[in-house]
């Protein structure tokens, strides 16, 4: 039997191909490592494609089990999202949501009489949608082939740090919004915590590898983004989510607060470290 390390394969820095790397952290026995060039980070030597995939199988489920619970815990995200697009179009769109999850954002946005679909690799999450009426398949992009300008708007929510190639996603995305589209990305940004942890003595988790494979910076989201042909990139906190656990969704609270505070103060320029933010970007 093939061993887990015996599938791991090494990787170049996806954002701009530099193979000179130095290793920042080892979590989960995988090396967590940035790009002297860029400042990337992501994690090398990986899981192949197919070791991926089912590990991904019952990812979600083993995270939050109570889809009740995830939706809670993402609806001011959600929200703020929404109103970003309703912004961008007042009178309506289509919209694809990439790895839709239960669907409770897309529940939203088909509440605003937008035309919703959403894919999903995970069955659990997919049946729920489909269960509630929701137009999703389950599949990746490169399963399912949309055509040319199909959307008017592609939302990602926690999707773009599990990528093998973030970079590629990305430019297919491009390719299937409409010329004045616009992409919604949420992301973490774990690196600073895990700085500060590792200062302190703290033994963490956090990257959690090998399920995550990537961890942007505001400087290195931007930088992918203009190389996948995106423009008018521009991070803001957009919102806070709210985990089921007491202290931990008071810890997340008080971080998500001091940094919209801080963003609004600073009008803008200020982006607090660590937290994770919402990135929106027109196509090119």
Request: with cysteine; glycine share 8%.
């Amino acid at each position: 039997m093939t061993s887990f390390e015996d599938r791991l394969h090494h990787v170049s820095c996806n954002i701009c191909g530099s193979s000179d790397e130095r290793i920042i952290a080892t979590q989960n026995s995988c090396r967590v490592v940035m790009c002297r060039n860029c400042g990337f980070v992501y994690v090398n030597p990986r899981p192949d494609n197919e070791t991926l995939k089912h590990l991904y199988l019952k990812y979600l489920p083993s995270k939050i089990e109570d889809p009740l619970l995830w939706d809670a815990y993402m609806e001011d995200v959600f929200t703020k999202a929404a109103n970003i697009l309703m912004q961008r179009f007042p009178k309506g769109g289509r919209v694809l949501d990439v790895g839709c999850g239960y669907g409770f954002f897309l529940s939203q946005m088909n509440a605003k009489e937008w035309q919703i679909f959403g894919i999903d690799v995970s069955p659990t999450a997919v049946s729920y949608a489909k269960g509630h009426g929701l137009n999703v398949t389950l599949g990746t992009l490169e399963d399912i082939k949309y055509e040319d300008d199909s959307f008017d708007a592609v939302t990602l929510f926690y999707v773009l740090e599990h990528l093998p190639d973030p970079l590629n996603t990305l430019m297919e995305i491009r390719r299937i919004l409409k010329p004045d589209g616009l992409l919604v990305l949420r992301i973490p940004h774990t690196t600073p915590i895990v700085r500060i942890l590792s200062f302190l003595g703290i033994k963490n988790n956090l990257y959690d590898p090998p399920f995550h494979l990537n961890d942007f910076s505001p400087k290195t989201i931007k930088a992918i983004l203009k190389k996948a042909g995106f423009n008018k990139v521009h991070t803001v906190i957009g919102g806070v989510t709210r985990p089921p656990d007491m202290i931990v969704k008071m810890v997340t609270l008080s971080f998500g607060f001091m940094a919209e505070i801080s963003y609004r103060l600073s009008f803008g320029r200020f982006l607090f470290p660590g937290v994770a933010k919402t990135t929106i970007a027109e196509r090119g």
